[in-house]
């Protein structure tokens, strides 16, 4: 059994050891896994059958149909491998506001999507932003990786920024193999989120982005004339609050939402809003079953 | 001061002050404590802020609920200075005096007639509503827009002055106060009101004399005071306001018609006195000649009646031959035909009532004095008085003792001795000045040869149609009369004939005698005048004037309102009419009234009956005259004196309001009344104010003030 965290609770895992991560994609993987392969293999569930050509298994003919017909038959089953399930962490300062912090939300949501990936015996890699592009996480593997996978996930702090495109082009650069990628984000990057989840569309990846925002950006609750700071790049916005501008902020937060929405729904890539409030057992019981990224 | 603002500000404090708004709207774009607050990113909040830079400047300050709050603020201070206001019908003031006319011209129903220049407070009750009730209406109306700090207290004037209610700021003591106020039929005398109202104006005026200067120690507190009248009265002199600040607001029309008897008097006949005559005055108060009918009755029937025309603004008389009556009461009565408006209806009724005669009583004390006992022996003087001749050692004896304190006689003549104290009578002494220290300070006994008559008071009742001109007198005593006394007759070595009250009797003093006593004892005369025509009228004169009351009083007539004291007389100490006073039936009688008078009372015209208090030195006085009307004395079942009240005053019934014209304009104003040296202005207005609002301005911008405080901290979004 895991070793207990403050990220997992027992509760929690009962609940996550009966999900496990789907992929609308099959990708073929490094190791023998409990994943369908686009590969045909050795595996208990017959496929197809082709012609023999020279150079094939021998083991692999169908010697009874070989008997009746006279022809050499190679039967193929379908081959059962392990899945690249990537979770990317955006671990900007910007993340590290709220009650709870937006991080420490992403950080229990990235274990718990973890641990139902190493129980499934899938690749589990956990990557960070702002990771340089030569620095590469270990790949979890197996339920006995899970402390591995813990101590990783609580070592990650709020870190200096990078730019959303970079931090995923990185990512991508990094790491070739196809798979799952979960993007935990506020995607509040002032050159747009659009380049990075481009580069996601590009490296063909079954890819989940959860926009995470805290209460405090859904409903902020700032009074009077305030000079308002960027925890990131320090820039600098002077407001007077009034409702009108509060109304103001909660469309112009809408649209950037939905507009987000639209992107990613156009470009295949599944989309989930989250705040801070929410419970992890609710998030991923409810919204992740719902966009099929467990079951 | 009635326009809608008061400019309190020049214009270059405008300047500054229309600089405060830009200055505070530049402030807040200036604001630049703004409260740093670190945010996960300014990424949205900068495309918030561009939305709304977007949205220009205007919507960024129509957004602002504080600034728009300020501007409030100014908005409403800067109003505040411009003294907006209005004229209302309020009062400035603090403590006020309503004086209130309620004299008989104030009955006048004439509020609803056309008038000229606003010189009428118009009413807007019914027509039948009398002056007085449109003043209390007017008083009322000032009540209510009194404020609480405010006091006030209502005087009513006329004949008699009555505080109705002390100074006070309860609204509903005055207004109570205010229904008590009657009509009255007295007279006008503001001058009264006056100097009461001065008097609890000033309760506290004290001077303190330094160096032989008066200061006044006090402060004293002006006191607002509001005269409603019809101005129907006589300018008052010799009154100084003080603190008084008078308003004066004319109540009534200038056209109001009035047809008033203005004299009634019963006379005995000039050829035969024992007839009556009675005269009629009525006085056409308008600008038509008027016709109208004078009725007559006497004692409630009708006995004559005349018509009478009466040219515009003139008096006219008329006659009315009575018979042999000795006791009567009289009416007079104006029918005023129905086309006539006539407002006032108080003056169109005269009374007069007719007492039995008395014949007076009579001592002459003298020595021998043949030319004045033959000259109270006429008969004329028989049908005035009796008189008894007594000689001059009486004065020495007991009983002229008992006879000076018993006021049996109404007068007594001292020829050539002086009484060694005066009586309770009418005096005349002949030759002699009386032992009373004020006459004998002045006078001496002096003899002065031969004294020209310079002058005598033609006048005075007692030398009517007494010609002195041809008198010539040997020797005299110069008589000085003390204080309050009148020389009736001066002479070259000064006067020698005096007369002097001696309340309530009269002292008379001929300087001279008339029948002298040579050095050898024998009489001589001093004096032609005995042999003068006027010599018998002299005496007749004294014996009416002194002997019978005021000129033969048949038809007392009082003004209402007035106090009045009864004569002595009628209770009973003197004989009646052609029965001497020896008549022992008479004297019985005489006897029983005495026992009587302990049951004396008076019926007012209105039929009810009042008791008469018991007399203060000697003198019977009433003073609940104030009904027009006849008003009997009793003593029990037994009429014993009758007398009048009325109006007869012209100024009373002249009830228009007194207007002047102004200028070529030909508009007309009312009459300003005059106080002491102070004209006061008639108010065509009811006492108007400038309600202000700067108080509630500035209440407002502390309320605003507030608001924006409560928003600031509270961060109300709006």
Known sequence: ?295 | MDSLIYNTLSPWQWALMGLIPPALIALYFLKLKRQPLEVPSTYLWHRVVEDLHVNSLWQKLRRSLLLFLQLLVIFLALLALLRPGWQVDALVGERFIFLIDNSASMSATDVRDPDLNGGLLTATTNPASSRLNLAKQHVAAMIDHMTSRMSAMIITFAEQTQVVQQFTSNRKKLRAALQRIKPSAGRTHLGDALELASGFANPERITSEEDGREYEVTDPSPVDLVILSDGCFEAVRGFSLGNLRPQFLPIGSVKALNLAITGLSVRPGENRPERRQVFVQVANFSDQAQRTVVDLTLNGELVDAAELEIAADDISGITFSLGEISEAALRARLEIPPSLADRLQLDNTAYAALNPDRVGRVLLVTPGNPPVELALATQQVGHWAVVEKRSPELLESLEFQQLAESDTYDLMIFDRCVPPRMPLANTLLIGRIPTVPQWQKKSSDRIHFLPQIVDWQRAHPLLNLVELGNVRIADTRIVNPPPGGKILVDSSQGPILAIAGRDPYEDVVLGFEIVGRGTDGQPIMNTNWPRRLSFPNFWLNVIQYLASGTMRQDSPVHQPGESLELPRTIFGNGPYAGSPAKDSKLAEQERADQGKLKNLAVILPDGTQQALSPPQHGVYAFHDTFLPGIYEVRAGNKRLYRFAVNLLDPNESDIRLHTHSLGESGLRRVDSISIGYVDIAAQTQTVASRRELWKWLLLAVLVVLMVEWYIFNRRVYV
């Not at chain 1, 403050?6 to 896994?33: A, D, N, S, W």
């Not at chain 1, 990078?162 to 990094?174: D, Q």
């Not at chain 1, 320090?234 to 112009?252: G, M």
């Open chain 1, 1 to 295: 059994m895991p070793t207990p965290s403050p990220l997992l609770t027992p509760e929690l895992l009962t609940q996550l050891e009966r999900l496990e991560i789907v992929t609308r994609k099959m990708f073929r993987g490094h190791r023998k896994g409990e994943r369908r392969s686009k590969r045909k293999g050795q595996s208990v569930e017959f496929d197809d059958f082709r012609n023999y050509v020279s150079g094939d298994d021998l083991r692999l003919l169908d010697w009874n149909l070989y008997a009746r017909l006279d022809k050499l038959i190679i039967k193929l089953f379908l081959e059962e491998e392990d899945l690249h399930f990537y979770l990317l962490l955006d671990a900007s300062r910007s993340m590290d506001f709220g009650q709870p912090s937006k991080l420490a939300y992403a950080r229990q949501l990235a274990a718990a999507l973890a641990f139902i990936g190493l129980v499934r015996a899938d690749r589990v890699r956990i990557e960070t932003l702002g990771q340089a592009s030569g620095q590469r996480s270990p790949v979890l593997r197996g339920r006995s990786s899970v402390p591995r996978m813990l101590r990783q996930i609580e070592a990650i702090a709020a870190e200096d920024t990078v730019s959303l495109a970079n931090g995923v082009k990185n990512f991508c650069l990094r790491n070739t193999g196809r798979g799952v990628v979960v993007l935990i984000s506020d995607l509040m990057d002032k050159q747009g989120y659009e380049t990075a989840l481009r580069w996601f569309v590009a490296h063909q990846v079954d890819c989940y982005v959860i926009h995470l925002l805290s209460r405090e950006e859904l409903d902020p609750e700032v009074k009077g004339d305030l000079l308002l700071v960027d925890c990131e790049d320090h820039d600098q916005a002077e407001i007077t609050v009034s409702a009108p501008l509060l109304a103001h902020y909660q469309r112009t937060l809408h649209a950037f939402t939905h507009n987000a929405r639209e992107f990613c729904t156009r470009r295949g890539i599944q989309y989930l809003l989250a705040d801070n409030q929410m419970s992890i057992q609710q998030l991923v019981a409810h919204h992740l079953w719902e966009r099929g990224l467990v079951q």
